[in-house]
Each structure stands twice: as structure tokens, then as C-alpha cells.
């Protein structure tokens, strides 16, 4: 294996050699972060060697269903998502804002010093880079900037994944999000198992991911070794477990406030917000205070929260959506069509964790679907 210093479009990695980019990450002082197997689910934590990743596992999701399956391989990256999404290090779900203690004049205030953050993450995708974006566009952009996600998002070394395998409520093809990394990304990898090969094609897509490349064994990749890597991300656009028809997607929503498929879907709906924690994009959160039986001490609390709690819209004299209809609605109108109108962009990438993870299995694509044929029948 060489190290040339010039090429860094198609590069061949073999697998062998993959620990040598965690460790070229570690050694930069990044805290390395990538898909681990815990508690029956893949999910992202830290990674300090290849042997941490779900090597030679899969997982079958549909609505409401997820499981780990053995592979016939053994890919590092053979999964599609789980129920975490990197905005758990970069808008952690629990954050203590400042706390304070009484002292002789009163009460001094202590503001929360953020630590300073350095994440390497890895085996990141296509969709998850979309959801960064828009969760850069609703901290970073504007007058208003959180101060704690631009720290932590400020050095982040992003690995992207294209996409080998499709899960069963992917729909990423319909919101033009991947399976392809295109952007966001610092290096890219795509997977190819071959009978008797393993290996990575990669491309840097910044100087510091041509400075971490530098640090791992390469060569220039063949074509064929391309077309290869290409073929696989092409195969798994054809793979989609899931379709939205998006064509004027918000125009559809804002004609129909009160279709009747919002009450149909309040019958099954449980309000249990898992479809907000999981959303990559979502980022609803709530301020708790507590304090000390002295009363001498008391802590802010930022908490993630969800617009499917009865109390999120609480004013004085109650809740403005105090129907399960109207929270639902609400949600999925947010997500497919005001976002658009405030942040110019869908708050949706089609990763499906919210179709997945719904215990009752409840589907936005097929909520659409439903509010979109009805339109067609009445033309009819």
C-alpha cells in the first residue's frame, strides 16, 4: 500500500486498514463516535476500535418493528439507521444551563461552562448530513445562536457512509437527501464486499480530511473498484422501503387543516412522542428550575420536549392543541410544510426512524398518501 500525497478522489482502503483512521481521528484528539450494538439496537457511541462497530450485523425495520439480524458478511456499516441521531452530542437531550447559590447578598449565579468538544463522527449518512444542515440553519444562522451547539458543532469531523443497504422505511430518494453523501462531509466512504474482497472506496472532501487520509495506508482507486462503489449506491436507491410523493407537498397540507385522516390517525396515535426523539431534525426542548430542600441552592435545566405533550403548548388558561388530532397535525404539517416556509428547507430527511420507532406503526408517508388521494377523488 502506498500513502500518495496528491490524489484523493477513489480511494481504495481495505478494510484491513480501517482501524488506522480511528486511530488517526483518536490521535488529533477527537472523541471517535459511531454506530455501536447495545440493548438490542444499533446506536451511536464512542468507538475505540474497529471491534466496536456492528460488524457482520444488520437490522429489518418496518412500522413499528425493529430487530437485529445476523448478516452473511462482515460489514462494518451493513445497517441503515437506529433509533439515535447525531443531534444527541450536538443538542445534548439533558443540559444544565447555570446554577446558583445563596450567599450573604443574595444569590450568585453560576453559569454553565460548556467543555470544550471535539467529536470525530463516523458512519454518518447521507440523511443524517441533511438533518445536520437544517439543525445548523435553526442554532447557526439568524440572530439567535446557541451557544452550545455551535461549540460542540464547531470542530466536528464528519465520516459520511454512502449507503450499502435500505431500510425498510427509508424513503431518502423522495426527499432528494441520498443515499449519497454529497455535501457536509470531511471524508466520504462507501463499503464493497466482494467474494474475495473487502474494501473502501473514499474521497476527501476537506483539507483536514485529506490531512486524516494521509494517516491511512491507500492507494488510487481503480475504475472498476468505482463503478463498483457507485453500483452500490445505486442498488440501494432502488431498495427504498417507503415512497413520499413531495409535489407541492405544503400547498397539500395547508388545503387540508381539517381533513378528516387527522382524526383517523388521533384513534391510533399515543402521544408518546418517540417520533420527535428519534427525528434527527426535531428540536423542541422545555426549561425546568429545581432547587434544594435549603432552598440555598437551585440548577436551570434545558430538556428535549415534544410537541405531542399536552403541556408544550400550555399558556396561562391551558393548552393550545389540547387534541390529539391537533398534535399530530401540527407535527407533520410542521415538518413537511411550515419548516419549508421558515427555514426554507423540509424539516424531513427520510431516514424513517419516526415510522420505525411509532409503536402503533403510524406512517407520514402514508398519512400523505391518504390526504393526497382523497384530493384526487373528490377532482374525480
Known sequence: ?????????????ERR???????????????????????????????????????????????????????????LFGYAVGPHSWKKFLQPPVLRLWRAKRDVDGFQVIPEEEPAAKFAF???????????AVQDKVFLEGQLVDPTYQTRRRDVFIVALN???????????????????????????????????????????????KEILQEVSHRVAGQEEIDQAER??????AQMGRYLDTSDIKGLLYRNYEHPRWDDVARRCLTCANCTMVCPTCFCTTVEDTTDLTGDHTERWR??????????SYIHGGSVRSTVQSRYRQWMTHKLATWIDQFGTSGCVGCGRCITWCPVGIDITEEARAIRESEVNEGE
Open 1 to 13: 500500500m502506498t500513502k500518495p500525497g496528491s490524489q484523493h478522489q477513489g480511494v481504495f482502503i
Open 17 to 75: 486498514h480501517f482501524q488506522q483512521l480511528i486511530e488517526a481521528l483518536a490521535l488529533k484528539g477527537y472523541r471517535v463516535v459511531g454506530p455501536v450494538l447495545r440493548d438490542g439496537a444499533i446506536i451511536y457511541d464512542d468507538v475505540k476500535t474497529v471491534d466496536d462497530l456492528p460488524i457482520g450485523w444488520t437490522d429489518e425495520q418496518d412500522g413499528g418493528k425493529y430487530r437485529l439480524k445476523k448478516r452473511a458478511d462482515a460489514a
Open 303 to 312: 430538556k428535549w420536549d415534544s410537541c405531542f405533550n399536552l403541556d408544550f
Open 232 to 237: 452500490v449506491v445505486e442498488n440501494t436507491a
Open 163 to 209: 449507503c450499502g443497504q435500505a431500510g425498510g422505511t427509508c424513503f431518502c430518494v423522495s426527499m432528494k437527501t441520498g443515499p449519497k453523501a454529497t455535501f457536509g462531509f470531511d471524508l466520504s466512504l462507501t463499503e464493497v464486499i466482494e467474494e474475495d474482497r473487502h474494501y473502501f472506496v473514499a474521497e476527501a472532501g476537506t483539507e483536514r480530511g
Open 122 to 132: 463516523i458512519g454518518v449518512r447521507s440523511c443524517e448530513l441533511h438533518a445536520i
